[in-house]
């Protein structure tokens, strides 16, 4: 008897076999990458709410949200470090001397989750110092010192001063960190470093032609989540999220700021502990002002 033989694919059927994968294959990549979108900024989102609630809870203990620097230029992060579970970092920290001392080096480079966004794929390598993607809002002025938002230079903000409203004043929000570069080749990741005298005259335009012309240029945007200087642990909110212009820093005591991202929105958290998404086309000098400020009487109109 027999054996009957077996049908194999012809060469044309594994082609369309092929062809019909891959299309499938290209039509998921698209759901693919949202999915990731959507799960990174989840994950942000819950950072920024975490930090929220930790400002709330050192409101409880201390009746004053932290300073967003001191004297000593320590962030309000690493005051908040026992509120997130970080307990035993807070402790090999010296406040009474300065953030750079070396008693304080083993807590610098010490990599905290929490203060690191997933929607910034920017490695930070071990070894470096502990990196963050979230800054605190200083206020609408270039100044640190006597700011109008609510951590500025040696601040004690309660929330009875913020006459605004809670849910109407920010308190910090996501941005790209630098990537080291010297070299002008994105806002998003290199800005303009000024001396401190700088700061007397900045105006909102201070530091574009620098930019262009390759002058002044420092990528260490967010390099310590301990460092509460200008860039570091606070920004002012005198530029539009991801602005076309330089971030500018006068010696870290101030300067023009924005927040940025890869997206088409920054993800902020308010006063009230909120998370929210600013969508960035959307949002005006006027309104983002009104964000900024703790005591400004401005309505807050933004679409979120």
């Not at 953030?99 to 989750?113: E, G, L, S, V, Y």
């Not at 913020?162 to 290199?190: C, H, M, P, Y």
Request: net charge neutral; glycine share 8%.
């Amino acid at each position: 008897m027999k054996t009957p033989s077996r049908q194999g694919f012809t060469l044309f059927q594994l082609i369309v076999v092929l062809a019909l994968l891959a299309i499938l294959f290209g039509m998921l990549l698209p759901l693919i990458a949202k999915a990731r979108l959507a799960a990174a900024k989840a994950s942000a989102s819950n950072n920024l709410k975490q930090i929220a609630l930790a400002c709330h809870n050192y409101h409880d203990v201390n009746t004053s949200f932290p300073p967003g620097n001191d004297a000593n230029n320590f962030s309000a992060e690493a005051r908040l470090l026992p509120y997130i579970e970080q307990g035993v970092v807070y402790q090999q920290i010296d406040l009474k001397k300065p953030m750079t001392d070396p008693a304080n080096a083993a807590a610098r480079i010490t990599h905290i989750a929490l203060f690191l966004s997933p929607r910034d794929p920017l490695r930070v390598p071990e070894g470096t110092l502990g990196a963050t993607n979230y800054l605190f809002n200083a206020g609408s002025q270039p100044a640190l010192a006597g700011n109008d938002g609510i951590f500025y230079q040696d601040s004690k903000t309660k929330i009875q001063d913020i006459t605004d409203g809670t849910s109407n004043t920010f308190l910090a929000g996501e941005t790209l960190r630098g990537d080291g570069s010297t070299k002008a080749i994105t806002v998003q990741r290199q800005h303009v470093l000024l001396g401190k005298d700088a700061l007397k005259n900045v105006q909102e335009e201070t530091g574009v032609d620098d930019f262009k012309a390759n002058k002044h240029i420092a990528g260490d945007r967010c390099a310590s989540w301990m460092d509460g200087r200008f860039l570091q642990g606070t920004f002012t909110g005198t530029l539009l999220p991801n602005d076309a212009q330089p971030d500018l820093s006068c010696g870290g005591l101030g300067g023009v700021s924005a927040l940025r991202s890869l997206e088409e929105d920054v993800v902020i958290a308010m006063c009230d502990g909120s998370v929210r998404s600013v969508k960035t086309k959307k949002v005006t000098k006027e309104m983002w002002k009104a964000l900024c400020t703790r005591n400004g009487g401005e309505a807050v109109m933004i679409d979120f």
